[in-house]
């Protein structure tokens, strides 16, 4: 059975960090993406940044480029979404994801999700 399970979320004020973990289980993980997305109340979700299982290289939305920084720790099947510098337009629930790709920026249409974790940024 394939588990993503997201932790890390929480209520944070402007300004500040969060770090999100993300655990992958029952895929085979060097064939699978890895990626953060996000939606905020009343908009779409949206992808936040990837990581290739391969290479380790990333790619970044825009929005999130030199404050969020995505990093995997293959040994335990766990991607961090490290987050500074938050803004509270970043306040959504946060989905770990797998996209059966091994390049980073074709991770757009995951097979798997995990069930998100709420980031909250007060102003």
């Known amino acids: 059975e394939v588990q993503l399970v997201e932790s890390g979320g929480g209520v944070v004020q402007t300004g500040g960090s969060l770090r999100l973990s993300c655990t992958a289980s029952?895929?085979?993980?060097?064939?699978?993406?890895i990626g953060w997305f996000r939606q905020a109340p009343g908009k779409e979700r949206e992808v936040v940044s990837c990581?290739?299982?391969?290479?380790?290289?990333?790619y970044y939305a825009d929005s999130v480029k030199d404050r969020f920084f995505i990093s995997s720790d293959n040994g335990k099947d766990t991607v961090y979404l490290q987050m500074i510098s938050l803004k509270p337009e970043d306040t959504a629930v946060y989905y770990c994801a797998a996209a059966y790709t091994v390049v980073a920026a074709d991770c757009h249409r995951p097979d798997y999700w995990g069930k998100g974790t709420l980031v909250t940024v007060s102003s």
């Open positions: 029952g895929f085979t993980a060097d064939e699978y993406a």
């Open positions: 990581i290739s299982p391969s290479d380790r290289s990333t």
